[in-house]
């Protein structure tokens, strides 16, 4: 598995720049292995990102990548989903970059259910553009912007993206990094807008801020605030406090968006032809 998996990385270009302790190396790992279990064909395959720590993520992947500009990434995978529908395309965001400035986009990508697979690398920061707090952020956090601790309620990416309309919704952390393997795995397979939320750990814009130690103890933090989502669904929302679920926390099928567009163009196509032929007649 890992030779297979290793095949999928510029080895050129590494060491990676990711500080000592951050989980993105990690988050990275298990993106490798997933392309390994679906067994990617390197030339059918294309990986976006945006802008941030997360995002350099494409320049460690052997596929045909695009770095694109800040909360853009979306944008940029929509277009090329549309243009090529046989392609299976990845996108890699930041909590910043997915849900900030990329908001909109985001909430449109799950609101058509185009068939995408959105990774989001939520460190609760902007790690890379100063360390300012994120809409995902926890509550009383320190950052740049908030430096006696933000008051402004974050959002549950999960919640967020189910809402939305995304019909595959997973979330798992560095921790965790076998399961979060399977769930990219699982979003891959799954025919729609997929999002798996990847917790990971940026101790030096975070840790550092919030007093959360070095990168060890930011990964056990993920392992004693998360639940698996069976136990979680049985557990009321006070023994849920401080806590998060994790595991495929949303699945449904529904109509997905190059499909009935192409069943658009096809009918309009047969109809033009039909007036056409009773206008020669």
Known sequence: MQ????????????????????????????????????????NNTV???????????????DFCTLHTTHGRALAFATGIKMARPELKVFVLMGDGDS??????????AARRNIDLTAII??????????GQSSPLSPLNSRATTAPQGTFERP???????????????ARGTTYHANMLTQLIRNGADHKGFSVVEAV????????????????YDMLLWQKEHSVPVEKARKLTPLEMEGK??????????APEFTDIY?????????KNKEERQRGVN
């Open 99 to 108: 849900t900030g400035i990329g908001g909109n986009h985001f909430i449109h």
């Open 47 to 61: 990986v976006v990102s945006g802008i941030g720590c997360s995002s350099r993520a494409t320049g460690y992947l």
């Open 200 to 215: 990971t750990a940026c101790p030096i814009s975070y840790g550092r801020r919030n007093k959360m130690g070095n990168g």
């Open 3 to 42: 030779n297979n998996a290793n095949k999928y990385l510029r080895s050129e270009k590494l060491p990676h720049i990711w500080c000592p302790g951050c989980g993105n190396g990690i988050v990275l790992g298990a993106i490798t292995r997933a392309f390994g279990l679906l067994n990617c064909d390197q």
């Open 155 to 169: 959002f549950d990416l999960a919640e967020l993206a189910q809402g939305a309309g995304a019909t595959y919704v």
């Open 262 to 270: 192409e069943r658009f163009i096809e009918e309009k196509q047969k």
């Open 244 to 253: 998060f679920a994790i595991g495929e926390l949303y699945k449904a099928d």
């Open 121 to 130: 690398f939520n460190n609760s920061i902007y790690g890379m553009t100063g």
